[in-house]
């Protein structure tokens, strides 16, 4: 099925004789809400099952990294099955084209799956309740369904008794819905259906996986990214036991599909490992390649007044010339690695017309497609199946892991397990782009009347060699305070390096909204008001704006202000304690609407962040415990990133291999953080990344109220003050 086409998503309902009730979703990425079940009567996939014995399992159909959907998107089901929680069983579902696209990034997983989950289980509910209906002779409007059992006047019975007979039924066309003030399930939090197996040290991730006759295999990466392989001598490492061979892994045309490199096959991982130190490769170094970061700064600030406008309201010129006063200021980001805890891992078995895939990716269908470009065999006859993932950050949406295991497996004809050692996770990654932003502001009679924004980064689209313009994820022309300065102008200027770009947490956003919000506050002292005050103020009336970047088509200033209110009244904002400090910031981020204060002392020329303070408007909540925790998740590994994390170059080389030199937020230096949540029965929104990138202006704009001085740059370790 084309989706461009239809631009729909549908919901397959369909019952399976002689193991029970089956109930599956075709989900594509609109979120489209007209859905009935009748449209695709045709066909179906395994999504809730319900078998005879009244065994209910729920399957979870996203990527499982860290964010909950193992548990939040079953939990929609539930709710409408009118089933105990405590009743069912969650299964992680493996990729099946019946589902439609299976992924984790962007904060999508609940937001698109909602609608079509609920009514997947709204409708498996009423078919029960006619099949009741007709069992006992009484009229369906009298059946009514709890707790896994179908009831009428003094009559009951389990869901798994009505199975054999539900499938001879037409399935309903239109189920009905619950009422928000019925929920028994959403909106309660829900431990993590793995709790128990990570607390036991279960086999759930990658790096727990073994297959029968697999071998193990690691790869060596060049130290200057970019590079290719010369020629190799692998003499010494043959000779090391338990060796089986050294095979030259050729990359592809795009960088972020697979790297060249050498790959050593062992018996296991210690003899991998040792080996790969007595591999001799010269490598052919890339023409232009980056010298250190101070170069690639230079050229930045070189190139940014000259970039292509990507934005023009009124005439920011004209304002600038009448001011009564003009703000500059440059901001910038390093690069910064996904330092996930898990190292990359996947093992791949290529037999001679199928292939099995099993591993951490947080994009299963396009390792599918990755593997079958590869090796020529068809997609439906290759299988993937997800482990939980140790962490991905956005790395995980790259696959150029599961390539290598993928061509190792077809030369050596028997299953591979590609196993990387941290440095080769600092090595191999895909960084956050490095980044300038320089920002110019026109004050008149006490507003801000115009902004211009200049942007200059090094491009991961650009560097991808992906369609679509450079700017993406890299500059967002109706970023706030886009529609709300009535003369504002954006550009964007891209620079290509050798060094590899990926998507990381809240892709560019995480980077513009320093700047932008670290700005504001400079305007809002220029103009002599209260930072939040400034805001709301240029935030002006209730009404939704244009935006047409992620998280679009349109934003609403209200919820804006609201999370703002909230905010400062739960961080006590008017009520500051002696010699504490604090920074707000406010922002729309992939349609939450999130908005921070940090709190945070200031002795001996040391901070210490002691308390953040969050309010998040994402429509319903889901699992309270859940969403709680990825908001100060995000939180927390935003400080980590504010207070040490950048990548360094020298001569060329990554100078940071290692948690010796590239350092995170210990627990002695984590806040307490008080999240709170705006009560509403709007549409979920994502909260894996929202949180992330409010924190580093609010901590900047702490950070200058307590030392007096502004910063422009991370980390903050490079000027001494953590």
């Known amino acids: 099925m084309n989706t461009k086409q239809t631009r729909r998503d549908f919901l397959k309902i369909s019952t399976i004789s002689g193991v029970g009730l089956l109930v599956g979703l075709n989900l594509f990425r609109s979120k489209t809400a007209n859905v009935t079940v009748q449209e695709v009567a045709q066909s179906f996939n395994a999504f809730i099952s319900i078998k005879p014995s009244g065994e209910i399992i729920l399957y979870a159909k996203n990527p499982e990294i860290g964010q909950g959907v193992k548990t939040s998107l079953p939990m929609i089901l539930a709710e409408e099955l009118c089933v105990d929680w405590n009743q069912v069983k969650v299964e992680q579902k493996g990729v099946d084209p019946e589902m439609g696209y299976q992924h984790a990034g962007?904060?999508?997983?609940?937001?698109?799956?909602?609608?079509?989950?609920?009514?997947?289980?709204?409708?498996?509910?009423?078919?029960?309740?006619?099949?009741?209906?007709?069992?006992?002779?009484?009229?369906?409007?009298?059946?009514?369904?709890?707790?896994?059992?179908?009831?009428?006047?003094?009559?009951?019975?389990?869901?798994?008794?009505?199975?054999?007979?539900?499938?001879?039924?037409?399935?309903?066309t239109n189920p009905t819905l619950k009422s928000s003030n019925d929920f028994d399930i959403?909106?309660?939090?829900?431990?993590?259906?793995?709790?128990?197996?990570?607390?036991?040290?279960?086999?759930?991730?990658?790096?727990?996986?073994?297959?029968?006759?697999?071998?193990?295999?690691?790869?060596?990466?060049?130290?200057?990214?970019?590079?290719?392989?010369?020629?190799?001598?692998?003499?010494?490492?043959?000779?090391?036991?338990?060796?089986?061979?050294?095979?030259?892994?050729?990359?592809?045309?795009?960088?972020?599909?697979?790297?060249?490199?050498?790959?050593?096959?062992?018996?296991?991982?210690?003899?991998?490992?040792?080996?790969?130190?007595?591999?001799?490769?010269?490598?052919?170094?890339?023409?232009?390649?980056?010298?250190?970061?101070?170069?690639?700064?230079?050229t930045l600030k070189e190139k940014i007044s000259s970039g292509n406008t990507l934005r023009s309201d009124g005439d920011v010129d004209a304002v600038f010339q009448k001011a009564d006063k003009v703000v500059e200021s440059m901001y910038e980001v390093p690069f910064i690695s996904h330092s996930q805890m898990e190292p990359m891992n996947f093992i791949a078995d290529v037999k001679e017309n199928s292939v099995r895939l099993l591993g951490p990716t947080q994009m299963p269908v396009a390792a599918r497609q990755l593997a079958s470009s590869i090796t020529g065999i068809s997609q439906d006859m290759i299988q993937v199946d997800l482990t939980r993932i140790g962490g991905g950050f956005g790395r995980r949406l790259l696959n150029d892991y599961v390539a290598?295991?993928?061509?190792?497996?077809?030369?050596?004809?028997?299953?591979?397990?590609?196993?990387?050692?941290?440095?080769?996770?600092?090595?191999?990654?895909?960084?956050?782009?490095?980044?300038?932003?320089?920002?110019?502001?026109?004050?008149?009679?006490?507003?801000?009347?115009?902004?211009?924004?200049?942007?200059?980064?090094?491009?991961?689209?650009?560097?991808?060699?992906?369609?679509?313009?450079?700017?993406?994820?890299?500059?967002?022309?109706?970023?706030?305070?886009a529609g709300m300065v009535p003369n504002f102008k954006i550009t964007y200027a891209p620079h290509s390096s050798n060094i590899p770009l990926g998507a990381l947490r809240t892709p560019g956003v995480n980077a513009t909204t320093f700047g932008y919000q670290c700005f504001l506050d400079e305007v809002a002292e220029k103009v002599g008001k209260d930072s939040i005050e400034f805001h709301k103020e240029l935030i002006g009336a209730n009404r939704k704006l244009p935006y047409s970047d992620h998280g679009g088509p349109m934003y609403d200033t209200g919820k804006l202000k609201g999370v703002i209110d909230l905010v400062k009244t739960k961080s006590d904002w008017g009520k500051r304690k002696n010699k504490h400090y604090y920074g707000f910031a406010a922002q729309m981020v992939f349609g939450t609407y999130v908005a921070e204060v940090v709190e945070l002392t200031y002795s001996n020329g040391k901070i210490k962040v002691v308390r953040v303070t969050a309010a998040i408007d994402c429509g319903l909540v889901i699992n309270p415990v859940g969403a709680e925790a990825q908001i100060s998740g995000g939180i927390i590994d935003a400080l980590s990133v504010a207070f040490y994390e950048a990548i360094s170059i020298k001569n060329g080389k990554l100078v940071e291999r290692n948690f010796d030199r590239y350092r995170k937020l210990r627990n002695a230096d984590a806040p307490h953080v008080d999240v709170h949540f705006i009560k509403s029965d709007d549409s979920p929104q994502g909260l894996g990344e929202p949180s992330y990138p409010v924190l580093f202006p609010a901590l900047c704009n702490a950070v200058y109220r307590a030392t007096g001085s502004r910063v422009y740059k991370l980390p903050l370790s490079e000027l001494g003050i953590v």
């Not at 690691?218 to 290719?228: A, M, Y």
């Not at 043959?238 to 062992?266: C, D, F, R, W, Y």
């Not at 996770?425 to 004050?443: H, S, T, V």
């Open 404 to 481: 290598e295991a993928v061509t190792l497996s077809q030369q050596l004809k028997k299953p591979v397990k590609v196993v990387w050692q941290r440095e080769d996770d600092f090595l191999g990654d895909y960084y956050r782009p490095y980044g300038c932003y320089k920002f110019k502001a026109g004050i008149k009679e006490g507003k801000l009347a115009a902004m211009e924004v200049n942007v200059a980064t090094t491009s991961r689209y650009k560097y991808a060699k992906r369609n679509g313009p450079s700017h993406k994820t890299e500059a967002f022309p109706d970023q706030q305070p």
């Open 186 to 298: 959403i909106g309660t939090s829900k431990k993590d259906v793995d709790i128990q197996a990570i607390i036991k040290g279960k086999p759930l991730f990658g790096l727990d996986q073994e297959v029968k006759g697999m071998v193990y295999a690691s790869i060596i990466k060049p130290e200057i990214f970019g590079s290719s392989v010369s020629s190799f001598n692998a003499d010494e490492a043959k000779k090391h036991q338990g060796v089986i061979g050294v095979i030259k892994i050729n990359g592809m045309s795009n960088p972020t599909m697979l790297q060249e490199g050498i790959a050593v096959v062992g018996k296991d991982t210690w003899t991998v490992f040792k080996a790969k130190k007595l591999v001799k490769v010269e490598w052919s170094i890339p023409p232009n390649y980056l010298q250190s970061i101070e170069q690639l700064s230079s």
């Open 106 to 172: 962007g904060s999508m997983s609940v937001s698109t799956n909602y609608d079509l989950l609920r009514k997947s289980g709204a409708a498996v509910r009423e078919l029960l309740e006619m099949t009741a209906a007709k069992k006992w002779g009484v009229s369906v409007s009298s059946c009514k369904a709890r707790n896994g059992k179908i009831y009428s006047g003094s009559k009951e019975v389990n869901y798994g008794d009505l199975v054999e007979e539900a499938r001879k039924l037409n399935l309903p």
